[in-house]
C-alpha cells in the first residue's frame, strides 16, 4: 500500500516562497509522472502541476504558471514544488499524487499566504 507524505507548508506573507516535499513509502515513484494537487476551503480540489517520470516535461495550471516550478528527484523517491511570488488564493491544502490520481491522498501540507 503507497501511503503518499506531503510536507513543508506554513505560513508566509504575499510575495513569499514555500518548497513543498512529497515521498512515498510502500514502492517507488519509478515509471510515473507525478503531480501536485490543492484543495482550498469550499472549494473542489485542483490540479497544480505534474511532471513526468524523466523530468524532462512539465505542466502548470494558468494560475501558477511562471510562479510555481515542479522538480523531482528519482533517486530519493521525492517530488518537490517551489512556489515562489504567492498570493493569498494560493491558500490551500497542497497535496501530491500521480495525475490519473492512482493512490490514496495523502494528509496533505496547509499553505496560508498572508494579504
Known amino acids: 500500500q503507497v501511503q503518499l507524505v506531503e510536507s513543508g507548508g506554513g505560513l508566509v506573507q504575499a510575495g513569499g516562497s514555500l518548497r513543498l516535499s512529497c515521498a512515498a513509502s510502500g514502492r517507488t515513484f519509478r515509471g510515473y509522472s507525478m503531480g501536485w494537487f490543492r484543495q482550498a476551503p469550499g472549494k473542489e480540489r485542483e490540479f497544480v502541476a505534474t511532471?513526468?517520470?524523466?523530468?524532462?516535461?512539465?505542466s502548470y495550471a494558468d494560475s501558477v504558471k511562471g510562479r510555481f516550478t515542479i522538480s523531482r528527484d528519482n533517486a530519493k523517491n521525492t517530488v518537490y514544488l517551489q512556489m515562489n511570488g504567492l498570493k493569498p488564493e494560493d491558500t490551500a491544502v497542497y497535496y501530491c499524487n500521480t495525475p490519473g490520481q492512482t493512490w490514496n491522498w495523502g494528509q496533505g501540507t496547509q499553505v496560508t499566504v498572508s494579504s
Open positions: 511532471i513526468t517520470w524523466s523530468g524532462v516535461s512539465t
